[in-house]
T-cell receptor, first 114, second 115 residues
Framework: AQSVTQLGSHVSVSEGALVLLRCNYS??????LFWYVQYPNQGLQLLLK??????LVKGINGFEAEFKKSETSFHLTKPSAHMSDAAEYFC????????????FGKGNQVVVIP | DAMVIQNPRYQVTQFGKPVTLSCSQT?????MYWYQQKSSQAPKLLFH???????NEADTPDNFQSRRPNTSFCFLDIRSPGLGDAAMYLC??????????????FGPGTRLTVL
């Protein structure tokens, strides 16, 4: 069974500083990988995804993530945090071969400090 | 714009009183999902429909049912809500069940309060 690990439920970052959210997965074969963002009382919005090809993926709002097969990781970064980045971020994986079930990490609540 | 719509956004019900949450989509996607998300937790899949084919997750309580009368609409019925069922309920859609990164599109959610 697939699983996703996101360490540190709350992440504080200063405005203008680097945002780094870590995601590691456990899967017998490399899965599809996703990052979602959730603003308060809203649904999940897709930030970016990795399916195949280039391992550095660029998403919306200036975010990007790099798939590293050797490290089973898909860490999310943004060079310069903005106040509007305060939200919850979920890493998720789904099986390439199967039923499109998403396995979510526990999420990171990002707080941006002015 | 094509989208996933959930009504109502906020729902209050009484302990044991049946409640129905609604989801509609204009994406014409084949698959519709219902998730339960409790405070500070990740979404948990309850069930999904592929077209009219219903698929229940093994650990979804019998208290939760779903109906999909047509491609556009899907309903979540909670027959006898308990206090533990208070949560955000998210509807999502995807074009197909499998394939290259078949992403799921989420609605804004319905926050259910049980008194």
């Amino acid at each position: 069974a697939q699983s996703v690990t996101q360490l540190g439920s709350h992440v504080s970052v200063s405005e203008g500083a680097l945002v780094l959210l870590r995601c590691n997965y456990s899967s017998s074969v490399p899965p599809y990988l996703f990052w979602y963002v959730q603003y308060p009382n809203q649904g999940l919005q897709l930030l970016l995804k990795y399916t195949t090809g280039a391992t550095l993926v660029k998403g919306i709002n200036g975010f990007e993530a790099e798939f590293k097969k050797s490290e089973t990781s898909f860490h999310l970064t943004k060079p310069s945090a903005h106040m509007s980045d305060a939200a919850e971020y979920f890493c998720a994986v789904s099986d390439r071969g199967g039923n499109n079930r998403l396995a979510f990490g526990k999420g990171n609540q990002v707080v941006v400090i002015p | 714009d094509a989208m996933v719509i959930q009504n109502p956004r906020y729902q209050v019900t009484q302990f044991g009183k049946p409640v129905t949450l609604s989801c509609s989509q204009t994406l014409n996607h084949n698959v519709m999902y219902w998730y339960q998300q409790k405070s500070s937790q990740a979404p948990k899949l309850l069930f999904h429909y592929y077209d009219k084919d219903f698929n229940n997750e093994a650990d979804t309580p019998d208290n939760f049912q779903s109906r999909r009368p047509n491609t556009s609409f899907c309903f979540l019925d909670i027959r006898s809500p308990g206090l533990g069922d208070a949560a955000m309920y998210l509807c999502a859609t995807s074009r197909e069940l499998a394939g290259v990164g078949n992403e799921q599109f989420f609605g804004p959610g319905t926050r259910l309060t049980v008194l």
